[in-house]
C-alpha cells in the first residue's frame, strides 16, 4: 500500500490585533448556569465580558509554560540524583510549570470571570473585588487554577510528544505529520 502524507502547514504571524475568540460565549454560558443566571440571549456584547483580561494574560502564561518547563526540567537534571528518569522527570516539570502558570494566571482568571458576571473594566473590577473581599480575594480557586493548568501543560509538553514519539516508532506518524493509508 501506498503511504500518503499531509504535512501541516505552518501558522502565519498575524499582525492584526487577537480578535474575540469564539469560545467566550460558552464561557459566558458556563457561568451563567454555574449562577443559576439567565444566559444574556439578547445583548451580545455580554458574552465578551473578561475577554481583555484573557488577552492580557496570554503572552505571560504562555512564556510561564514553557521558560517553567525548561527551567524545572534543568533544575531537576542538575540534582545530585544518579540516574533521573527522563519521562518522570519531564512529566514532573510539564505540570510544575502549568502550576506555576496557573498561580500567575488565577488572578486575571478571577477577574474575568468576575467581569462576565458583573461587567465593568478590568481595574475597576479589581478594585471592587479587593475593595470588598480584600486582597486575599486574588487567591480565590487558585489550587483549582493550579491544577488545570499543570494537568493542561503536563498534557501538551509531555503527553503529546511522548505519544507522537510512540507513533513514529510504530510508523503510524513522522516528525508531526498526519498520515493516511492509500
Request: proline content about 9%.
Amino acid at each position: 500500500p501506498r503511504r500518503v502524507v499531509l504535512r501541516r502547514r505552518p501558522p502565519t504571524p498575524s499582525r492584526s490585533p487577537p480578535s474575540p475568540s469564539p469560545s467566550q460565549p460558552l464561557h459566558a454560558l458556563k457561568n451563567c448556569v454555574q449562577d443559576g443566571r439567565r444566559f444574556p440571549l439578547a445583548n451580545p456584547i455580554a458574552w465578551y465580558r473578561g475577554w481583555l483580561a484573557c488577552v492580557c494574560v496570554s503572552a505571560p502564561t504562555t512564556a510561564t509554560q514553557f521558560g517553567g518547563g525548561a527551567a524545572f526540567a534543568a533544575l531537576a537534571s542538575s540534582s545530585q540524583t544518579p540516574r533521573a528518569d527522563a519521562g518522570a522527570v519531564g512529566a514532573a516539570s510539564a505540570f510544575a510549570a502549568g502550576a506555576a502558570s496557573g498561580a500567575a494566571l488565577n488572578p486575571f482568571d478571577l477577574g474575568a470571570i468576575q467581569q462576565q458576571k458583573h461587567g465593568g473594566s478590568l481595574p475597576g473590577t479589581a478594585r471592587r473585588l479587593i475593595r470588598e473581599h480584600g486582597v486575599g480575594v486574588l487567591t480565590r480557586g487558585g489550587m483549582a487554577t493550579m491544577a488545570r493548568e499543570g494537568t493542561y501543560v503536563l498534557g501538551f509538553m509531555w503527553a503529546t510528544p511522548l505519544i507522537a514519539r510512540r507513533l513514529a516508532e510504530r510508523g503510524d506518524a513522522a516528525d508531526g505529520d498526519v498520515g493516511a493509508s492509500a
